[in-house]
């Protein structure tokens, strides 16, 4: 477990799964700027899960209480990482997203010889805009008509924060050994 201040990250475990079905499969859970994801059964959740590797990782994002409100998915692209997030809407705006997004960085730049993390966000979302540029990110460019969101083809900002930019951790201070697994 990655542990931050107001929020925690954990590995997704296999019991998790069905939450992450209710939320991939709510047309409303990702926001109005995010692509629908595609509505996938239960085999095809476990199978994406069972191909999660040193290169690709999924996480929660949870209270202190363990109340799971976002996911945090993460992947290898070449020599560099790119990172996604999604808060439930009732959590947005309440500097959790922001926590996660700088634990993640954390944990990244401690634990692989990376000198690159990234990430995209619709031109008109002014909040994970915001979210990235607190954990330290730069806007590198647009990516025309990067994703196809709600009907639509929408133009994408490039973001990314280096090692050298990183220097030291912000947050993530420890991690505990801790695992449902039984």
Known sequence: MLVGKNVNLRVVEKEDLPLLQEWWNDPGWAGEYNTLIAQESKTEIEKDYGKLSSEKAWFL?????GTRIGYMGMGLVGP????????????????YCTEAVQIVVDYLFMSKDIIRIQATTHVENVASQKILEKAGFQREGVIRKGLFAWGNWADLYLYS???EEWKEPKILTKTTSKSKHK
């Open 61 to 65: 994002i949870t209270k202190k209480d």
């Open 80 to 95: 560099y990482w790119e990172i996604g997030y999604v808060l439930i809407p009732s959590e947005r705006g309440k500097g």
């Open 161 to 163: 924060i280096l090692r």
